[in-house]
Nanobody, 124 residues
Framework: QVQLVESGGGLVQAGGSLRLSCAAS????????MGWFRQAPGKAREFVAA????????IHADSVKGRFAISRDNAKNTVYLQMNSLKPEDTAVYYC?????????????????WGQGTQVTVSS
């Protein structure tokens, strides 16, 4: 079992930055690939970014590429999402998730464990 707790959300003006954190507890953190997803009001949850267990491989959605960066610190059992140049359309609840799979990490159904989410609101 893996427990995930997100933090770092909040209200920011367009063009600003936030860093989300996701602290994990439970089984060996480094064996799990980690992902960030988001869900805006009235929309389906969508993939944002994912990182391999070692941190050596990352993938980002086209909509955030060049603005967001996923990273992890396995010594701290934490994964991060650095969000720069935020836009109003980035407003959503952001979720972190963990998977033991090494494939299809952009797919929501691949993930076994989810956090409760943290709200990010970007004002124009």
């Amino acid at each position: 079992q893996v427990q995930l707790v997100e933090s770092g959300g909040g209200l920011v003006q367009a063009g600003g930055s936030l860093r989300l954190s996701c602290a994990a507890s439970g089984r060996i953190f480094s064996t799990y690939a980690m992902g960030w997803f988001r869900q805006a009001p009235g929309k389906a949850r969508e993939f944002v970014a994912a990182i391999s267990g070692s941190g050596g491989s990352t993938i980002h959605a086209d909509s955030v590429k060049g603005r967001f960066a996923i990273s992890r610190d396995n010594a701290k059992n934490t994964v991060y999402l650095q969000m720069n140049s935020l836009k109003p359309e980035d407003t959503a609840v952001y979720y972190c998730a963990a998977t033991s799979r090494t494939y299809n990490v952009v797919t929501e159904s691949s993930y076994d464990y989810w956090g409760q989410g943290t709200q990010v609101t970007v004002s124009s």
